[in-house]
């Protein structure tokens, strides 16, 4: 039988007691509140969900000798674990990223352990029918939703206190769709090939089973972040810049709406939904249960590692940067994608004889796609080595690493994100374009030297706009991305750790993001940030992560769900809840 553990740790506390139902209607039910439906009722649900609803612990619990699921032998492998992507994924309501369960129960033995900072129940769904049921007993029961799918998000929107979860993880069935595709409603027949999978899909499934059919899809750079979030945030790529965005290759898509329709939405169908779920965000308009996704034949990929590095001594390390750079449209325009780290002073990634242990400058993982041209990345470089030569005479160091790849996916599994979870951090986005970073050359060094100005003396230039994402055909003539990416060739961001039970280090943080990436706001009035990487404290939140968008996703959002059965932050429409001290969502 499932107990209901809230109402016995809230009793326990006297937390949530006669306080809230002085105000009845204006939060949303809370654990060991009166409206809290009964355990009887909670039962009734786990019933029709065939016993797909769970109550899982804390993951963390196994070390708290307190706890029922205490275990010390777990233990040391849950605090091994807790730094592994797949983990988090894994598990029904852990999150990549402590802050986001509030520390309630960190697997450290010497600090405290509670479920209050997670979600109560969790609906295990394997089906859109297991969706619906979920958020039909949400909204009526007034219970706060959560979605999660891996728990990567890094603004915290996976994981809502005292809610009822829908844990997507298992809708995760690939097809493949070969030749064309018909359209649900109309009919319609888009050619070309595609896969459809299921909501809570993860990278590495999707590219190893496309890479069966020599095909790839437009996807992330970590093997296990999932497609439910990463497409409504848009889904940058290191194909974007030559396939457009994922939000910009998705074909149809089912989902299930905050009133509980199981719907499937195309540009025929519902496109005012199938806009807004390209790119409005996740945990918004409704839950994707599965989605058709264009894939393209894979592609031979030359690997290239550059780095082009000084002494961190050096007066001209800024110049050195920012003229980098400015060359990114410029690489771009010749087929260049990838991922790099810009820095003042950092230590060597790689020991190499005659590299220095700390340098300044560029490194970059790059690919170029099925290029012939032998001397296609050396002819790229030459000019800009030419005048990094002739400015900075033998001062800086330049190498390049080329590898050669028969398919997307051998690329990937030699290149895909190996850092860790666990631990907290926020990060701060700005989508540069091409007036910024060939433009005014004193403003940007500026603003470079102002963003690296946090902890990690770097910051992150990500190759992944440019002509794809600038010129892409989105199925119904456009969707829900920020307008600041259709003129963006690089996402820059930066991130800011802080540790546990640390609010001054937290509100520091805090502080450094807000302040090192405003002379790149100033420099991108009319720009945005990449709601999936971005500062969730960002003041003017609706115009940078959605822009002229915006009006029309709130729009759409009042109409969709009218009482807010979906609710996140930072998320379209959000404006009228807030969460309160105890943690309850609350009408202001
Ligand atoms: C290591 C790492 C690498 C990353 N690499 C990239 C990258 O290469 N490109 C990129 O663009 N981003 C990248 N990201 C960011 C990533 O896009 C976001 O973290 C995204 O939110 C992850 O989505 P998820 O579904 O895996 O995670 P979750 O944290 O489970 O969900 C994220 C958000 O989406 C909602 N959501 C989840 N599933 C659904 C669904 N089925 N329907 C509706 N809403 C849903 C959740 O409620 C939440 O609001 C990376 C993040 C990490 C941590």
Redesign the pocket.
């Known amino acids: 039988m499932l107990v209901p553990r809230f109402q016995l740790l809230l009793s326990l506390t006297g937390i949530g007691s006669g306080l809230h139902t002085s105000i009845p209607g204006t939060c949303k039910s809370y654990p060991g509140t009166p409206s809290w439906p009964s355990a009887a009722t909670w039962a009734a649900l786990n019933q029709t969900l065939d016993g797909r609803l769970l109550q899982p612990p804390p993951p963390g619990a196994v070390c708290h000798p307190g706890q029922p699921t205490y275990n010390a032998s777990q233990c040391a492998n849950v605090t091994e674990e807790w730094k592994t992507?797949d983990f988090h994924?894994a598990n029904p309501i852990s999150?990549?990223w402590d802050k986001f369960d509030n520390f309630t129960c960190l697997p450290e033995q010497n600090t405290t352990c509670s479920p209050a900072g997670y979600p109560a129940y969790v609906v295990n769904a394997s089906c859109a029918e297991h969706v619906k049921i979920g958020i039909d007993f949400a909204r009526k029961y007034n219970i706060r939703l959560?979605?999660?799918?891996?728990?990567?998000?890094?603004l915290g929107?996976?994981n809502s206190p005292g809610s009822l979860s829908i844990w997507?993880h298992h809708?995760n069935k690939i097809t493949y769709n070969e030749g064309q595709f018909k359209l649900q409603g109309s009919g319609k027949v888009i050619s070309g090939n595609s896969f459809t999978v299921g909501?809570?899909s993860?990278m590495y499934d999707i590219y190893a089973a496309a890479d069966k059919h020599n095909q790839t899809i437009v996807g992330?750079?970590?093997k296990?972040?999932?497609?439910?979030?990463?497409i409504?945030?848009?889904?940058?790529?290191i194909l974007a810049p030559r396939h457009g965005l994922?939000a910009d290759n998705v074909w149809e898509m089912e989902?299930v709406t905050p009133g509980g329709d199981i719907l499937t939405v195309n540009e025929d169908r519902h496109p005012d939904l199938f806009w807004a779920m390209r790119g409005g965000?996740?945990?918004t308009f409704?839950?994707?249960?599965s989605a058709t996704l264009k894939s393209y034949p894979s592609p031979k990929v030359t690997g290239v590692t550059i780095m082009i590095i000084t002494d961190p001594k050096e007066s001209f390390v800024f110049d050195l940067i920012t003229y980098i750079v400015s060359q990114m449209p410029s690489l771009m325009k010749q087929g260049f994608s990838g991922y790099n780290i810009i820095t003042k002073d950092m230590e060597i990634p790689i020991q190499e004889p005659g590299i220095p242990d700390r340098v300044a400058g560029f490194m970059g993982k790059c690919i170029l796609q099925d290029v012939d041209d032998p001397e296609a990345v050396s002819k790229a470089f030459h000019p800009i080595n030419e005048t990094i030569q002739k400015r900075w005479p033998n001062r800086v160091q330049f190498y390049t690493t080329l590898e050669q790849y028969d398919s997307f996916l051998a690329w990937f599994d030699k290149n895909y994100?190996t850092?860790q979870a666990g631990g907290s951090l926020y990060l701060v986005s700005r989508l540069l374009d091409g007036e910024v970073l060939t433009g005014n050359t004193e403003a940007l060094k500026n603003a470079l030297q102002v963003g690296m100005s946090g902890s990690s003396r770097s910051m992150e230039a990500f190759m992944v706009g440019g002509k794809g994402v600038q010129e892409a055909t989105p199925r119904g003539g456009s969707n829900a991305v920020n307008p600041a990416w259709r003129t963006a060739y690089v996402h820059a961001l930066n991130g800011e750790p802080f540790g546990p039970f640390n609010k001054s280090e937290e509100q520091r943080a805090k502080e450094i993001l807000e302040r090192e990436f405003q002379p790149l706001r100033d420099l991108t009035p009319r720009g945005g940030a990449?709601i999936?990487?971005a500062f969730p404290f960002e003041k003017d939140w609706q115009q940078t992560f959605w822009g002229s968008n915006y009006a029309k996703l709130l729009k759409i959002k009042r109409r969709v769900d009218p009482t807010d059965v979906f609710w996140?932050s930072p998320?379209v429409g959000n404006e009228r809840w807030q969460v309160r001290q105890d943690g309850r969502l609350c009408k202001i």
């Open positions: 992507y994924a999150v990549m959560n979605v999660k799918n891996t728990g990567h998000d890094y929107r996976s997507t809708l909501g809570g993860q992330g750079g970590a296990s972040v999932g497609v439910g979030g990463y409504t945030g848009g889904g940058h790529s994922a989902i965000g996740g945990s409704g839950i994707i249960t994100d850092n990449y999936n990487e996140c998320c």
